[in-house]
């Protein structure tokens, strides 16, 4: 398929510059109050008790990260006091970016307009209901529970609640461009021909007449490059009658030579379409669009061509919401991330999983960022008629109302939509008419993208189920991707690779895409022996460099999206962060991880880059590796798209090495205290560097020999990583076998009710400190610490892994623990019991913290030697800590 028309910016709302039509944003003087009004009925003005905010505002900025509980579903009512004036001839409209999940706004006490879809905005006409003179009373009622019959009904993020985008209030002419019953502004930008040598641009669109009587109209188009010079000129005729509406189409002389629009250029020319009266040429309504020359195809052998240059479609999705906002975003902080992933290196973003912020796509189209945007139909779908119509209505929406962006490429109208079919308590029966149904929706979807814009790609993203293609799903849109996380979830990265050529050859004709693959990452956990689902930002980078390797040597790959560029509110998810998917190459915040920039690395070519892979791991505790050392040797990674890097350590060369696909190790003897670490390379005659601090914490090799050395030691059991307790600022290191003079366990392994994973990933009661508590060693014999004699607190930690369990349908490999039984045990530390019969599941409860803290005195050179007598079931331990007191 070769798609050819003329990429443009839709500014919905740009301030024209006639008069005759005003668009302010309203954010500021809003009250707010959650939950519906006492007397059920609609505010009309400034009640008692209400919270002054500004937007954009959620109500669920806080309580959607509380780790017991559940983020506020319900209603909440925002109400602003207009104090403008209007004259007989404005016509006044509000819109409303979005409004999460459902909406109904009412103006002076009186319903105005609703809207059901939480991520396209709508207009409403106030103009009949306002007072001339004023102050006139705007009340929104937003409801974010969830509707059967609104998508989504469900999914992997979490529905924040309010107005969580910007509001503007417009005033145009009785003549006036129309909004759409979509939410679109009435005009729509193609190109008949664009290619190199010339491009035409057509304006299509709809005026209303409002102003009571006939008139002759001009509609008048002017587009001008980016230096302001006017390239082409034309105009269209209408005979406007008196309450009605009216279309237009014009189509522009050929432009010769154009600026094409790339993400390595992406130019930017300027469309401005006016209303003119005929006679007078006096301007009734104006709009001005950025637009971009170019066209695309894809090819089911070798992938995507923009401007019949091939271009690997490289990049993350991303989702909107941010750390402390939820979802309610300022402007700056969407086109931030747009930023972020321009500079990463990325061409390629997918909108996850719902139409965003036009902010967002007005910095793609500055920026030259591809867009694959889509409505949220994720996981599942309700097979009534009413949830058709409501998705075929938000998708209608996202399309007109984004179709003039220059950025997006692609629509999409599925996400894992039989995600949770297995989990349904149906019939097979049933089953089997549901996944009917959704073949219905998708080619019902599909019918409708293709009608509203047949100039774009169409796609959907599956999960690794055949059940899409047995059901013939593959065959509906232009384009398939597929979600894949073998090497996470379960399997092995060779697989993805195996997955991906049975698909090219089975469907040779389908053109594809990996939509989704990632592995999660929490900063506060490391290791040196990284393993499947370990969190650890070292088993992130192995499953990334895989999984690029993988995508970058098979043309018939169109493209791949990491998921994903940031982490996000998930809310049912638990794992080592509650209700956060930590996915991202960058956390909550947007601090970039280690991850970032081996992506940087890869995909950037225009410029040197050089990155010392230690950010996500800056302070570090560890013994040397054999006795007498005053060292220990770490490999540290150094990113880089040179040839070759050296490093440098305090000061001194440690050597130089060849970059092997992204990255060189060295050997680093790390010493106690800061370690300076500066690299730096060379490309094309370029020089990088890059430099970053390593502290170091020393543990004594033998702590029968240094009295002085040791203070305290934390042992993460059952584990293999290092973890840091950011409450405490205190590293809890790997688990070990007992060495003589030295620590470690004695006997027992560590829990794995899924063999392919470390610990367990529910969430643990009363703590913040999930990781330390997921993992842990089970039938195990004792510990033994060989420290001096002396006084010394002893801290054991225990969470009962067993019990209640419900599994996370996105957990693609999640199989829960079942109860095994009465868990019963004594521990004795140094012959003496300290805990007698202790019954986790009785006392604590499954899946919560106890602790219990003793001080003991080591004596005669015993050291201390924990003991863990078993009476029924098997004895576990999940952390301990040992300080030395006096």
Not at 218 to 240: L, M
Not at 266 to 293: C, M, N, Q, W
Not at 546 to 562: H, W
Not at 615 to 629: I, S, V, Y
Request: hydrophobic share 35%; aromatic share 10%.
């Amino acid at each position: 398929m070769r798609i050819t028309f003329i990429w443009f910016l839709s500014l919905l709302f740009c301030l024209p510059v006639c008069a005759q039509r005003t668009a302010v944003k309203v954010n500021d003087a809003w009250l707010f109050r959650k939950g519906d009004t006492l007397n059920k009925q609609v505010p009309t003005g400034q009640e008692e008790g209400w919270e002054k905010v500004t937007l954009p505002h959620s109500w669920n900025q806080t309580d959607a990260f509380v780790p017991t509980g559940a983020p506020y579903k319900g209603i909440g009512w925002y109400q602003k006091r207009l104090l403008d004036t209007f004259t007989p001839s404005d016509k006044v409209f509000l819109f409303l970016e979005g409004a999460l999940l459902s909406a109904e706004v009412y103006v002076n006490g009186k319903l105005a307009g609703t809207h059901e879809g939480g991520y396209t905005g709508f207009a409403v006409p106030l103009t009949s209901f306002l007072r001339k003179d004023g102050p006139n009373v705007i009340s929104v009622k937003v409801d974010n529970s969830a509707k059967a019959h609104i998508a989504p009904i469900s999914g992997d993020f979490t529905l924040y609640g309010g107005l969580y985008r910007d509001v503007w209030l417009i005033k145009t002419s009785d003549i006036h461009f129309a909004f759409t019953s979509y939410g679109a502004n009435g005009v729509f930008v193609q190109t008949p021909q664009v290619s190199a040598q010339r491009a035409t641009v057509q304006v299509k669109g709809t005026l209303t007449n409002e102003s009571g009587r006939d008139r002759k109209l001009e509609i008048a188009h002017s587009v001008k490059d980016a230096q302001g010079k006017e390239v082409a000129a034309f105009t269209s005729k209408v005979q406007s009658k008196a309450g009605q509406s009216h279309s237009f189409s014009a189509v522009s002389k050929a432009i010769p030579t154009p600026h094409l629009w790339s993400p390595d250029s992406p130019y930017l020319y300027r469309v401005t379409t006016s209303i003119k009266d005929a006679r007078t040429k006096e301007v009734l309504d104006e709009i001005t669009h950025p637009v971009g020359f170019r066209w695309f195809s894809v090819s089911p052998d070798s992938g995507f061509f923009l401007n019949d240059q091939h271009l690997k479609l490289t990049g993350a999705s991303r989702h909107q919401d941010w750390e402390g906002l939820a979802s309610a975003l300022p402007d700056e902080l969407h086109a931030h991330d747009a930023r972020l992933l321009k500079e990463l290196g990325a061409n390629f973003v997918r909108l996850a999983h719902y139409p965003q912020d036009p902010a967002l796509l007005e910095a793609c189209d500055r920026l030259g960022l591809l867009v694959w945007m889509e409505v949220p139909t994720v996981n599942e779908i309700n097979p009534s008629q009413a949830f058709a119509e409501n998705t075929s209505t938000q998708l209608r929406e996202m399309i007109q109302q984004h179709y003039n962006h220059p950025s997006i490429v692609m629509w999409g109208y599925m996400n894992e939509v039989l995600l949770r079919l297995g989990s349904l308590k149906v019939s097979d029966t049933e089953k089997e008419q549901i996944i009917q149904k959704t073949v219905q929706l998708a080619r019902q979807l599909e019918k409708v993208a293709r009608a509203e814009d047949p100039t774009r790609l169409t796609t959907v993203a599956f999960h690794g189920s055949d059940l899409y293609t047995i059901h013939g799903l593959q065959h509906i849109s232009y384009l398939v991707g597929w979600n894949l996380y073998q090497g996470w979830y379960g399997g092995k990265f060779s697989e993805v690779g195996t997955f991906l050529d049975k698909q090219h050859q089975a469907y040779p004709k389908i053109p594809l895409l990996v939509s989704e693959y990632g592995a999660g990452s929490d900063l506060r956990i490391n290791t040196l022996q990284p393993e499947q689902f370990d969190f650890s930002p070292q088993w992130q980078f192995l499953y990334a460099q895989s999984y690029l390797k993988t995508i970058q040597t098979r043309p018939y790959v169109a493209g791949s999206l990491a998921w994903i560029l940031a982490d996000f509110g998930s809310e049912g998810r638990q794992e080592t962060m509650p209700r956060l998917n930590n996915k991202g190459l960058v956390t909550f915040n947007r601090t970039k991880k280690d991850i970032f920039y081996f992506y940087k690395v890869t995909l950037r070519i225009d410029s040197a880059v050089v990155h010392v892979a230690t950010q996500d791991w800056p302070l570090r505790r560890m013994a040397p590796q054999k006795a007498g050392d005053s060292f220990v040797i770490n490999p540290i990674n150094v990113y880089s798209n040179c040839a070759e890097v050296e490093l440098f350590l305090n000061g001194k060369s440690l050597g130089r090495k060849q970059v092997q696909e992204t990255v060189a190790t060295f050997d680093v003897p790390l010493v106690p205290g800061k370690n300076n670490l500066r690299a730096i390379g060379e490309r094309q005659g370029v020089p990088a560097e890059d430099f970053k601090t390593v502290e170091m914490q020393l543990q004594p090799y033998q702590l029968n020999q240094d009295a002085a050395a040791f203070v305290e030691i934390g042992v993460n059991c059952g584990s293999n990583a290092w973890y840091f307790h950011p409450e405490k600022q205190f590293i809890y290191e790997p688990d070990q076998p007992y060495r003589s003079g030295s620590w470690g366990y004695v006997g027992g392994e560590p829990y794995r009710p899924n063999k392919s994973r470390p610990g367990i990933q529910s969430n643990i009661a009363g703590t913040t400190q999930n990781p330390l508590y997921q993992t842990l060693r089970q039938n195990l014999e004792g510990y033994r610490f060989d420290v001096v004699d002396g006084l010394y607190e002893v801290e054991l930690s225990f969470a009962e892994p067993e019990g209640s369990h419900s599994s996370l349908v996105y957990d693609l490999g999640s199989a829960a623990a079942a109860a095994s039984g009465k868990r019963v045990f004594q521990v004795l530390l140094n012959q003496k019991k300290i805990i007698n019969e202790l019954d986790l599941a009785r006392q604590a409860g499954p899946k919560t913290l106890l602790q219990r803290t003793f001080q003991v005195k080591a004596q005669k050179g015993q050291g201390l030697h924990l003991q863990f007598e078993k009476i029924s079931g098997q004895p576990i331990l999940n952390a301990i800590k040992v300080k030395r007191v006096q």
